[in-house]
């Protein structure tokens, strides 16, 4: 195939990822919501390994390439157990991989750093085989086998630059990552529509392969399981390798917990992860046969790619190239994103911290994906063809599961200590060495054969203790994982379980700026909102967690211990606890006692100002009503006294008796209206022509109005309102009587309507009231001119019920106006306030 | 919810680990195909299938 083809194939490849990954930083942020690019995004786990190496594992082994698919089948139907308890955790603690969910159980500061580093060692080779996929496909295509081309540089830095673009923004990798997160499902996409078109096109063209099979007895032992106890030992223990390596995988842990969005897609991934596991294996078996028919002599893991060549069909060994790419850039991507953050969180920012740099730990984070991806680079050109890397898949399986003991036990008993975790974690990392990795690189000639064979037949390392037949996968994986798995157990179940960690405390406004320091002032201002209600020692975890996600859980501690102090111990901190909570029950209580003291101080004061009203009220009244009645009484004696007094006299004094007997009635009456306006009767609004009230109250004071010779003078316009009719009558009553008790020669009533109310005035020429009676006119009983003093206090009392206002105008004579609502919108019965 | 998915767990645990060999004498069986595969394919049907019914919210 034209090598340019090929290279601008992969090239378009690799450029239309970018594309996606932009679409999904942009318009396409809905779709990394969806529960189905979560589904895709698992599927991170099928790489070139699967791709390819499942179909050259089927020609050679048979079925034993199904239990490494099963074991996640397997493990995501206990999600309710595992991974909604994992999303919880890394929800609550920023968690960005399982070395910082040992951290955070365990508190033991080298538990973090050595999973880190061993994660890097274990997986690096794995991140080789990838770029060795790309390589050896392309070279496979173009025609070529040796030497291995350096196509897979390139691959390596553009990956590498998409990875830093896409992945390390921010400083926070627990933030999601959408680009990233819909290039991964793209990509997923793209290898099962690959695979599943070569298998379909290959077997509408070749036909069904097992009829053929019969007569190739060579081939008949794939069809069959492996026999003995031993073929299902290895069986089981690669289900369960599988199973483990999917859930401790960085890579898995970043996609399923980190990038997940809503815990809800679980209920999805759950079934669709498998099937689409399922669907991605079903073409294996047949293009495995049909390559072992054809190809007896070809490389059975470029079957994929040589059976399409073999048909004639380019295009089709095309899309198989690039759904072998896709495989592997996507798992590369993710891993060296997950590995730098397991990098730089748990190795580089401690020492950052050391060297006062710690704000260039982005910078270091964007170096370790490319460090990563060179070391992963220069492995694969110094393995080359060699078995420590053709054989490293399942070796970094294996590596990963090392994980297991101490983070499943981590998960669900309590009884699991630091010390445990550490020497199992220990234990398993001596025991995978000496047993898988170094005899693969003895095997690849980098080491003396004496690692192939150890110092004693009992301490083979392909043989522990004698055993034989295991594969020497199955058997490291067994034995390591074992040893690990008692060490925890054992030296968990005899050592003492010690308080997690120190618990510190701490003021809210040091530990954020703390946080603007370290992380910016977006972190600081999301601590504050946070943190407003916390106390102490729930402010300083919050900022543990944030600071934790970003430069890692040991960095994060150290740079609390500047800001914080040490909480008070558990028990003391109950009694803390209870002592400030009484404390603020207390607080709470003498503050509501302390209002109800007040309100009653001031009912009070009320009760005795209305008694006191009350009181002057009764001297008023009486005072009021004594002296007209003295001149009723004196009159009357007068009268009685003096029988022989002139028709004239008589007529006289019967005059003034009925002049102070007016009085009396007209005082009785305001005293009524009173009354009747502090008992609270409710309003009686009707539809009232406002003009037509202010022409009866004229002609009902217009005879005392000749009587004293005063012109009555009017300016009415026609209103109509919502009112009660009585009340608007007295008001005017009161205010005309007073005009006319003070006008020289004039009184003028006017109505005018104005902002949707009614505007009284009511005009006298008179002397006008004093300026220091001005502010007094309106209070009970005090009256300037010899009236009830009631009169005004009264009409102010009725327009203020009627939702108006009365005010005395300042100018010549005086001028009193009230205003009145249209419609009378509130209930107030003017009974006082 | 628990209790279905561990339960479905040892089910597709129990299909999974099955010891084929004991009722798989030919590489061959009805129709050609071989009844290995067969089973390992349907089992993991069968358990996807499950794994819908039992996690599906619509």
């Known amino acids: 195939m034209n090598p340019l083809l090929l290279l601008l194939s992969l090239f378009l490849y690799l450029g239309l990822l970018f594309l996606v990954a932009l679409l999904g930083e942009g318009r396409g942020r809905f779709l990394v919501q969806s529960p189905w690019a ?184 794939l069809l069959l399981p492996q026999e003995g106890l031993t073929g299902y030992l290895e069986w089981a223990s690669l289900m369960v390798l599988s199973g483990l390596a999917f859930l401790f995988l960085p890579r898995q842990f970043h996609v399923s917990v980190v990038e997940n ?6 209920h999805l991934a759950a079934w669709a992860f498998p099937l689409y596991l399922l669907f991605i294996n079903l073409p294996v078996l047949p293009l495995a046969l049909w390559g072992r028919l054809l190809l007896p002599e070809g490389n059975p893991d470029l079957y994929v790619l040589a059976l399409p060549l073999e048909l004639g069909s380019a295009p089709l060994a095309l899309l198989a190239f690039l759904g072998g790419v896709s495989a592997a850039t996507a798992m590369v991507v993710v891993e060296s994103l997950a590995l730098s953050i397991l990098i730089s969180n748990h190795l580089l920012s401690p020492l950052l911290l050391r060297f006062r740099a710690l704000g ?63 020497a199992g974690l220990l234990g398993g990392i001596v025991i995978w060495a000496y047993t898988l990795f170094l005899p693969a690189l003895a095997r690849s000639g980098w080491l003396p054969s004496f690692f192939l064979e150890g110092p004693h037949p009992l301490l083979s390392p392909e043989g522990l203790l004698g055993i034989r037949g295991l594969d020497p996968v199955t058997h490291g994986f067994l034995a390591s994982l074992t040893l690990n798995l008692a060490l925890t157990l054992g030296v968990s179940l005899f050592t003492r379980r010690e308080a997690l960690q120190e618990e510190r405390t701490g003021e809210v406004e040091e530990l954020a700026a703390l946080l603007r320091r370290v992380l910016g002032p977006e972190a600081e201002e999301s601590f504050r909102h946070q943190a407003r209600a916390l106390p102490g020692r729930e402010a300083a975890g919050l900022a543990e967690t944030l600071l934790a996600g970003s430069v890692g859980p040991a960095t994060a501690k150290l740079l609390l211990l500047s800001v914080t102090r040490e909480a008070p111990p558990e028990a003391l901190r109950e009694e803390v606890e209870e002592a400030a909570r009484e404390s603020r029950e207390l607080r709470a209580y003498a503050q509501a006692l302390e209002e109800a003291r007040k309100e009653l101080a001031e009912a009070y004061e009320r009760l005795k100002a209305l008694d006191q009203a009350k009181d002057e009220l009764l001297a008023a009244v009486s005072h009021e009503l004594k002296t007209p009645l003295t001149a009723v009484r004196a009159l009357a004696e007068i009268l009685e006294a003096n029988p022989d007094l002139s028709e004239e006299e008589r007529g006289r004094f019967v005059s003034l008796l009925a002049k102070e007997t007016a009085r009396l009635s007209r005082l009785v009456e305001e005293i009524l209206a009173y009354t009747r306006l502090q008992a609270g009767v409710p309003l009686a609004r009707s539809p009232t022509d406002l003009r037509a009230l202010a022409e009866e109250a004229l002609a009902l004071v217009e005879p005392l109005a000749r009587e004293r010779g005063i012109t009555m003078e009017s300016h009415l316009a026609g209103v109509q309102a919502l009112t009660d009719r009585d009340r608007v009558l007295q008001v005017l009553l009161n205010l005309l009587h007073n005009a006319l008790r003070h006008a020289r020669s004039r009184v003028r009533l006017e109505l005018t309507l104005t902002n949707r109310e009614a505007l009284f005035r009511v005009f006298d020429d008179g002397p006008g009231v004093p300026p220091q009676a ?22 102010r009392r009725l327009v203020e019920s009627l939702g108006g206002r009365i005010w005395l105008e300042e100018g010549e004579g005086a001028t009193f106006a009230f205003t009145l609502p249209l419609e009378v919108e509130h209930e107030d019965s003017g009974g006082g306030r | 919810m628990k209790e279905r998915s561990f339960a479905l767990f040892l089910l597709a645990l129990f299909l999974f680990l099955f010891p084929v060999s004991l009722v798989v004498p030919s590489p061959l069986g009805p129709w050609g195909l071989p009844p290995l595969y067969l089973y390992l394919y349907g089992s993991w049907g069968l358990v996807v299938l499950l794994a819908l019914l039992l996690f599906h919210r619509p």
């Not at chain 1, 969005?261 to 679980?266: A, E, G, I, N, S």
């Open chain 1, 774 to 795: 001005r502010a007094l006119v309106f209070e009970p009983f005090q009256s300037f001119s010899g009236g009830t003093g009631l009169g005004l206090f009264l009409a």
């Open chain 1, 360 to 422: 260039s730990l982005l910078l270091w984070r964007r170096i370790s994906i490319l460090a990563v991806m060179l070391l992963a680079y220069l492995y694969f050109r110094l393995a080359g063809e060699a078995y420590a890397l053709v054989a490293m898949g399942l070796i970094s399986f294996v590596a990963v599961a090392q994980l297991a003991p101490a983070g499943l036990l981590g998960l669900f008993w309590k009884g699991a200590t630091p010390q445990g975790a550490l």
């Open chain 1, 38 to 221: 979560y589904t895709l995004s698992l599927a991170v786990y099928a790489t070139a390994w699967t791709f390819m190496g499942s179909v050259g594992r089927a020609a050679m082994e048979g079925a034993s390439f199904l239990p490494i698919y099963l074991g996640p089948t397997l493990v995501l139907l206990l999600w309710p157990f595992l991974h909604e308890k994992l999303l919880s955790l890394a929800r609550a603690h920023r968690l960005t991989s399982w070395a910082d969910f040992l951290y955070l159980r365990f508190g033991h500061g080298l538990l973090g750093p050595l999973a880190a580093a061993f994660l890097v060692v274990g997986l690096l080779p794995y991140l080789a085989l990838q770029l060795k996929a790309i390589a050896q496909a392309f070279l496979f295509l173009r025609g070529e086998e040796e030497p291995l081309t350096d196509i897979a540089l390139p691959t390596a830095l553009l990956l590498a630059l998409f990875a830093i673009l896409f992945g390390t923004r921010r400083l926070d990798p627990s933030e999601r990552h959408q680009g990233l997160v819909l290039a991964v499902a793209f990509e997923s996409f793209v290898k099962l529509l690959a695979l599943l078109l070569v298998g379909g096109v290959v077997l509408w063209q070749l036909g069904n392969p097992f009829p053929r099979v019969q007569g190739h007895p060579e081939l008949l032992p």
């Open chain 1, 261 to 266: 969005t809503d815990p809800r897609h679980l």
